[in-house]
T-cell receptor, first 114, second 113 residues
Framework: AQSVTQLGSHVSVSEGALVLLRCNYS??????LFWYVQYPNQGLQLLLK??????LVKGINGFEAEFKKSETSFHLTKPSAHMSDAAEYFC????????????FGAGTRLFVKA | DAGVTQSPTHLIKTRGQQVTLRCSPK?????VSWYQQALGQGPQFIFQ???????QRGNFPDRFSGHQFPNYSSELNVNALLLGDSALYLC????????????FGSGTRLTVV
């Protein structure tokens, strides 16, 4: 069985500060890992993904995430927050064998203060 | 390049009624997944369609059913609506599995009164 835990339902940072959104997963098989962003009244947009290979992955809008197998984590970071980064962020996990269901975390709402 | 298109965007139904939501996947995608997103929560997997068959299903009752057509478009049907079915219903398309991630539509906001 798979599960995703996002630590912190709300995170607030100042504009220009580091953004760190935490995600831990549980999976019985090697997973694919994703981060999605959702703006109000919109669907989800893929930010970045980890499938195989390099554990530090870069995505759109300056975001990156690092897959740490030993910690079962896939935290999302951005060096300098921008006002336009304010949104809901979802971590997701999908099995790379034996299934097709992508499971999403409960989400973390990012607030960016001027 | 058209992304995922969902219709209608908003819908209000009465308890006990039936509803059909529609989804056209991104061009080139052959797999459609449906999710339910309640207010303030993450998307919950309903089911996935591939080659016109339900390939996997989440923990949703049989009141939720679907269909995929030869052109890869899909419908989600919900019978005997309950107040708790009020949510944003998201359609996501992909090519094959989830390896490349999903492309999501903007969703259908269903309100059951």
């Amino acid at each position: 069985a798979q599960s995703v835990t996002q630590l912190g339902s709300h995170v607030s940072v100042s504009e220009g500060a580091l953004v760190l959104l935490r995600c831990n997963y549980s999976s019985s098989v090697p997973p694919y890992l994703f981060w999605y962003v959702q703006y109000p009244n919109q669907g989800l947009q893929l930010l970045l993904k980890y499938t195989t290979g390099a554990t530090l992955v870069k995505g759109i809008n300056g975001f990156e995430a690092e897959f740490k197998k030993s910690e079962t984590s896939f935290h999302l970071t951005k060096p300098s927050a921008h006002m336009s980064d304010a949104a809901e962020y979802f971590c997701a996990v999908s099995p790379n064998t034996g299934g097709f269901k992508t499971i999403f975390g409960a989400g973390t709402r990012l607030f960016v203060k001027a | 390049d058209a992304g995922v298109t969902q219709s209608p965007t908003h819908l209000i139904k009465t308890r006990g009624q039936q509803v059909t939501l529609r989804c056209s996947p991104k061009s080139g995608h052959d797999t459609v997944s449906w999710y339910q997103q309640a207010l303030g929560q993450g998307p919950q997997f309903i089911f996935q369609y591939y080659e016109e068959e339900e390939r996997q299903r989440g923990n949703f009752p049989d009141r939720f059913s679907g269909h995929q057509f030869p052109n890869y478009s899909s419908e989600l049907n919900v019978n005997a609506l309950l107040l708790g079915d009020s949510a944003l219903y998201l359609c996501a398309s992909s090519l094959g599995g989830a390896r490349d991630g999903y492309t999501f539509g903007s969703g259908t906001r269903l309100t059951v009164v």
